[in-house]
């Protein structure tokens, strides 16, 4: 009997299909779900099984279906991977970072997909690598020594992807975790950084996270269970044997299956951090780096609802925390007695500003903060009388902890980087070592690309000046071909919501496109486990924008644009709101002229593609396309079924609709797969990822033949990445190809496939 062929390799089986111009139907066999006395039907479900060669071949025929019905933009997807490319230094080097006595990199080059880990000695504190102005191929500076180059370990997969890196504190060896199928599992390697080979031992089957002891032998990893949740911390002592009679030793292990572990290091090295946490709340365990096999401490034992995190300095610890304090306060507290009852204030609290993080370095703490949507960060000088906090006490000695000295609180009220326009974007940067004399940050806005500086922190002193000061800019992006921020204009606009909540808008468009409603307009999404859409620039969007397009973003209910409460107002029973609002965003921007529904296309991804999926029944009159990425689109069967990976731990997000049915009834309500009617829906482009962890490819692939069967005049297209998971391909090439399908689809909707190409800017 001859062997099966793999139905991945059975591409052209499809071809007489896709003659035709007929999209796959999936066969119907009802499976009868049950919740609360509801029944539901879904003749779909057995395209779960991802073993059955039978799903392999549909999945393969919907690719074959979506390249045909795109056919004819053919020519346009090369033109815009063109234009991608064209705009993009494809040789390029980042600012390099201080950690010890070696300055860290990365690098890419023309042809290649992946980054080179790099490093050079480092010189006198005023001595900093400076990327040059026109990267070659090749070291970018001399002495430079290659860490790891990922295009050799990628060569002959069809993914690859390093999901955690970290250096040793002797800076001798590598420890990376490779994952080659998208499924966010990782080999873990350690590089000795002299030789440049691995060492012996590997380690399958690990999660995020690393953190090694102060004396470079011992290494932190995690594993996943089942549902991919991180749940063990497991303790690796270098150049033995995992799996030999002295091998790896379990640190700890979580039972409750809301809670995620995860590893790392406090800033300066002398801690092993384990931190425990659900979606809200969080418990932090310390292990002395000097004593890695001493057992973990906690902290400050959980509390439902309560969420913390911890940074070391100079025996003290930093404590960031929603305790009384909805937005977030900073507390401190001798490291040996970091219980509450020791905690003291040092960041106050404030209703208005959501401290989102802290970052440290030797006399000066920098929060990053939002007000009003716009990220920034705020500098507070930790120097007492000139002296920095670890002077006048016990040096910070082995290890880097030290008895230190009380930090002095609450603080004032700091120096604010300057703003640029709004809307705009502050955020860290790759600030490796406490004892730099910089403090790293980022900026960039819809029309400013992306800025690395240094704050020096020598000029503040002993008090945080009244003037601004100057700051080191160490690189900027490039946009090759030339390009004008004065040509475009950046807004922030409100829309009013049901409720009567303001809804901010971040918008960018040519300056000479009028708002008379003709403009087409592609208008972003997320909305929800408080992460914030940050009106950042991108080069890609300048094909759209210089085609005449608005590009806007509506930062929803259910994101953290807003502070903890607008999050808050966009989950659970008070999901709804996300979806509402996002709509009234659609409908303002229609008002105000930025657009027409004619020519309006929305687009997001994961939980954004639900938001997508959500909208698409509301209002599917409002827009003439819809991208839905990895979307989330069957909430409610996916969480009534705890077997699936991350369903227990995301019912603090959206709520168990097994066990309660006020929750069951709203979720039923916004399913997006649930909620299909027969009516003509915007024209979709869906994507899905076979090995997806996060959200399983048959929701999208369900989804689809559900549209289409609703009405057979909905334009539904799906195309599977057969080799990736959640974050679709992972070379550059291949993901600026898949963004070039994405726009070419979006041009199309709105009738500019054959336009003549972007204006001059």
Known sequence: MPAARDPRTQLHDTSAQVAKLSPPVAKWVPTVIEAHGDKRVDGWAWLRDSSNPEVLEHLLAENAYCEAALAHLSGLREVLFREIKSRIDETDVSAPALKGSWWYYQRVEEGSDYAVHCRVPAGTPGDVPVPPAEPRPGPAFPDEQ???????????????????????????????????SGDERFVLRIRDLSSGEDLAESIEGTSYGLAWSAGSDVLFYTRADAANRPHQVWRHRIGTDPRGPQGDALVLEEPDERFHLGVGNTKDGSLVTVEAHSKVTSEVLLIDARRPEEAPRVVEPRRQDVEYSVEHYHGNLLVLTNDSAPNFRLMACPLDSPGRDHWRELVPEREEVRLEGIEVVDGALACFERLEGCPRIRVHSLLEGGQSAGEGGQSAGEGGQSAGSSLAGPLGDGYLLPAGETPSTFYGGANLDMSSPWLRYEYSSLVTPRVVADLPLAQLGGEIPSAGIEV?????????????????ISERLWARA?????????TVRRRDIALDGSAPCLLYGYGAYEISIDPVFSSIRLSLLDRGFVFAIAHVRGGGELGRKWYEDGKLLAKPHTFSDFVAVARHLVDQGHTSPDRLVARGGSAGGLLMGSVANLAPELFRAIVAEVPFVDCLTTMLDPTLPLTVIEWEEWGNPAADADVYSVMKSYAPYDNVRPVRYPDMLVTAGLTDPRVGYFEPAKWVQRLRAANPANKALLHVEMDAGHAGPSGRYDAWREEARVLAFVLDAVGLATSPGPASS
Do not use: C, M, W
């Open 498 to 506: 049901q409720d009567g909540t303001r809804v901010p808008i971040s």
């Open 146 to 180: 290659v860490l790891l180059d990922e295009n050799l370990l990628a060569e002959g997969q069809t993914y690859f992807d390093i999901g955690s890196l970290a250096i040793s504190p002797d800076h001798r060896l590598l420890a990376y975790g490779a994952d080659t």
């Open 472 to 488: 080191h800019v160490r690189k900027r992006q490039v946009v090759k071909g030339g390009y004008d921020p004065s040509a475009y």
